[in-house]
């Protein structure tokens, strides 16, 4: 029987926010309008992204993400990711926050359940107790999913990784996936319409933020 998942844990320091979504829904071009507000504003901000933003990570996301790899067993692929979220919470995410900063990642662990449990058809309880294991049960105080419906962000693509070229039926398991946590935990989620304008769309991120930074202000 699988260990549960770590107990839900938010950073008393600095506030954790996520970006998470399918292919080319936006995530990195929302992550780095949201960065430059936040320096603008004054806030210690660290950017970055998963898989890959550690040493150890460069190399699992060569691993993960080439076609050159070929296949791998599911678990030696979730396995894998979970390997990159324990080292990015430990070297960089960890002591932004506990520096007081602002960070904002580009996928976390609701990737992991989405695409290596949902997409693989892995049992997402098993997923999940590795990767919660493997970040110390930390969540971000915010995760704004930007929803966008596979057919239109894969077509963004000329070449695609393995992730990217896997069917148009897994990706869109992985949408569902999102969705439906998102719909359990409304209080730290925002969904948002990946088709609207990108102005728009910064906006409704600031606006769900800002109680946050206050809030981490005052605390």
Known sequence: MPLPPSAPSYADRGVFVCFEGGEGSG???????????????????VLTFEPGDT????EVRRIVLSPETGALDDRTEALLY????AEHVATLVR??????????????VDSTLAYQGAGRALD??????????????LRPHLTVVLDLAPETGLGRFVGRDRIEGESLEFHQRVR??????????PG???VV???????????????ALTPLLTQAVQS
């Not at 569902?176 to 935990?185: N, S, T, V, Y």
Request: without cysteine; glycine residues 8%; proline residues 1%.
């Open 27 to 45: 995530k990195s071009t929302q992550s780095r309008r949201l960065g430059s507000w936040l320096e603008a504003a004054g806030y210690e901000v």
């Open 55 to 58: 040493a150890v990570g460069q």
């Open 82 to 85: 979970a390997a990159d979220k």
């Open 95 to 108: 002591p932004a926050l506990d520096r007081g900063g602002v960070v904002v990642t580009d996928r976390y």
């Open 124 to 137: 997402v309880r098993e997923v999940e107790a590795v990767a919660r294991w493997a970040t110390g049960g």
């Open 176 to 185: 569902q996936a999102f969705l439906d946590m998102a719909a359990a935990d």
């Open 188 to 190: 730290h989620y925002l």
């Open 193 to 207: 319409d990946a088709r609207a304008d990108v102005d728009e769309i910064e906006q409704s991120i600031r606006a």
